[in-house]
């Protein structure tokens, strides 16, 4: 007999199996038992900390090990239908898996370098402050996800299974963990050999993948029913071929800015989409730990770290004017340098496996609609250079040299022009100044609202040990590729499949996969038909 049960246990118990098996027994009456771990979380909500445990418990055999994947390949041959992706993020790499799991050939095309040689470039932005617009932080195998963190929390359990994408993850190399934590995450230090794993993965059993290859161009007929071709530049040598072509996932990403461009400039349908806006906010770890483990001594603080992870938030707040939020937030992380273009400066955040850095950070961010940019309404593409413009004002401000602005966060609050600035895990660096000269006035005005909500909820969020750094600009997608929402299909171009974040469709790296494999099931299943 097996059930399944839920417990709380004081969080320093958190290892002690002797300990958790009392409880079980008080909850059950059973004595004989086994158990296992199903999910798992904190519940910090007051000062006597607590995990609360979903368990499995068995009254007579182990219970089985579902952690245990072994995904099936059909065998790939010239004859198999192929399916062109552009992309390799977690869209374009799922898809492709599903692909070889459906007998499809997945040919896919990246501008950027695989997960080695990006590391070259990311090198050459933070220590030269060089970017290379077809390699850096968003561009490259494994997408943006690959060194900015690997966060793995999604609420897209109703678009499709979330644990088989999590249960292919550990099957290339992820930690079992990933199952279990309420909040999973795999660290941008281990995920670039998942990576590798699986595009070894897709070429062994006859896929393609072709790194420094651009799409720069559709070939359409006449009644745009369907792609006859897709140019392709590849970059290395600059030259451009022409690829036929029957069935495209267009898994790009949200900062593929070219791409939308070149459906505009085509008049293929596009539309804006709301996104968010606004600036990443760094305290000392230590400061986010004794919030929010109230913490009041040095003593509780060392206790409370030897049984818990680095501390995370998240925070609304809302008015009738304004919405803010935080996003993407990054216990023991680092500010990353993100800009795809030379005379920009964009942050986002990361962290390693062990979330060990000195410093946690957060996107604080605003919501950004028609409303904002009235613009919005009559061209599509006025949400992108909405973002071009304050990324372009950071630049700038920040002294030309991929230095971000920043401002420590009691000077935000108290409209100052910092002269000084803490400690900062932003590299190439941050120059003192006032934020008010890169944000728009009700953007500035919103999230200095918001910092007074957030720290009557977060008691010492105001500190003048955090800073604040812009912007982070890049959460969502400010574009839409619409698409038929039962077979994928673009509204106008029909063997055109818009995918993932880049088509406003997904917001993260376990929704992007998952919406990769929606498409490719889709198109097995109108191949079977035609």
């Not at 920040?398 to 600035?421: C, E, H, I, M, W």
Request: glycine share 6%; hydrophobic share 35%.
């Amino acid at each position: 007999m097996q059930k399944e049960i839920t417990i709380q246990i004081p969080f320093d118990k958190i290892n002690d199996d002797v300990f958790i098996k009392d409880i079980i027994k008080e909850e059950t009456n059973w004595k004989n038992f086994h158990f296992k771990i199903l999910k798992r979380s904190i519940d910090a909500r007051s000062k006597r900390i607590k995990y609360t445990l979903k368990v499995l418990v068995s009254d007579s055999s182990i219970p089985e090990d579902d952690i245990i994947f072994y995904p099936k390949y059909q065998n790939i041959t010239n004859q198999s239908p192929v399916v062109h992706i552009i992309g390799a993020g977690p869209a374009g790499l799922f898809a492709a898996l599903k692909c070889l799991e459906l007998g499809l050939k997945p040919v896919i095309y990246e501008q950027g370098k695989n997960v080695q040689e990006r590391r070259r470039d990311l090198a050459n932005i933070t220590k030269k402050g060089i970017v290379n617009p077809s390699s850096n932080y968003c561009f490259g195998e494994g997408g943006a996800g690959t060194y900015s963190d690997g966060k793995l929390y999604t609420r897209s359990d109703k678009r499709g299974d979330v644990d088989y994408v999590l249960k292919y993850l550990v099957y290339f190399g992820a930690s079992p963990d990933i199952l279990v934590d309420t909040h999973p995450h795999i660290g941008t230090n281990k995920l670039p050999h998942i990576i590798e794993k699986i595009r070894m993965t897709i070429l062994e059993n006859g896929g393609e993948i072709h790194f420094q290859h651009q799409l720069v161009d559709f070939v359409l007929n006449a009644d745009s029913s369907k792609i006859l071709a897709i140019k392709i530049k590849q970059l290395v040598t600059n030259e451009i071929i022409e690829v036929p072509c029957q069935y495209l996932i267009l898994a790009t990403g949200h900062s593929a800015r070219s791409i939308y461009q070149l459906l505009y400039d085509k008049t293929i349908y596009i539309e804006f989409k709301p996104f968010a806006l606004g600036v990443r906010v760094e305290h000392p770890q230590e400061v986010i730990d004794s919030i929010q483990y109230h913490c009041s001594t040095s003593t509780e603080l060392e206790k409370v770290r030897q049984y818990l992870p680095a501390a995370r938030y998240s925070l609304v707040h809302t008015e009738k004017t304004f919405s803010a939020y935080s996003f993407c937030m990054c216990p023991g992380g680092i500010i990353a340098p993100c800009a795809t273009d030379v005379n920009e400066v964009v942050t986002n955040g990361w962290s390693p496996s062990k979330r060990n850095n000195p410093f946690a950070n957060s996107g604080i961010v605003v919501a950004i609609n028609e409303k904002v940019i009235p613009d919005a309404v009559k061209h599509p593409l006025a949400g992108m250079y909405f973002q071009q413009s304050i990324e372009q004002k950071a630049f700038v401000e920040g002294g030309q040299n991929l230095y971000a602005p920043a401002q420590r966060l009691t000077d935000f609050v108290n409209l100052k022009k910092s002269t000084s600035l803490p400690d900062c895990s932003y590299r190439p660096g941050v120059t003192p100044t006032n934020l008010k000269n890169v944000l728009p006035e009700y953007i500035y005005q919103s999230l200095r609202n918001a910092f007074v909500q957030f720290n009557k909820k977060m008691h010492g969020f105001i500190t003048e040990d955090a800073v604040v750094v812009a912007p982070e600009s890049r959460t969502s997608s400010p574009v839409r590729i619409p698409r038929d929402k039962t077979t994928y299909q673009h509204i106008q171009v029909k063997n055109l499949y818009p995918c993932a974040e880049g088509a406003g469709y997904a917001g993260g790296i376990v929704s992007a996969a998952i919406d990769g494999i929606n498409i490719v099931q889709s198109i097995k299943e109108r191949i079977e038909i035609s």
